[in-house]
């Protein structure tokens, strides 16, 4: 499986369709990291997708039968945890990855952070981890 960063021509906002989210990483009690799977050019590409709780909540309700599961299973998480990050993966025959059927992601790219009063390198290579810019649904007629 290859970084879906790496098969970009360039960092301009794009689109993927095909989606599977394979994990759900809480990193603290605001932000929520989705590790997902996306066909690019027929061939399989990881990414990762930096969002807040209530983006990830819409992103669970467009997985139709499997929803109110998932909803159910981050609720529970989130009532639970006790160190950060906290991981729910599905990756395994008992809890397969998610998709999204019918979704078009629209994401951005992101750069390593800079420190206060260091300049950017402007040869920084983006990094493998996406912001979500809009999410976008297949009218079908």
Known sequence: MKRLIDALADDTDFFVEQVQITAIVFD???DVTVWATTIFDGELYFFHLGL???TLDLLLRLVAERAEALQEDVADALATVTEWPCLLE?????DPPVPLPGVAL???CTYPATEEGEEADEEAMPHNIFYLEGVFMRLEP
């Open 106 to 108: 629209k994401l951005a």
């Open 28 to 30: 603290n009690t605001d």
């Open 90 to 94: 599905y990756a395994s025959e008992e």
């Open 52 to 54: 807040q709780f209530s």
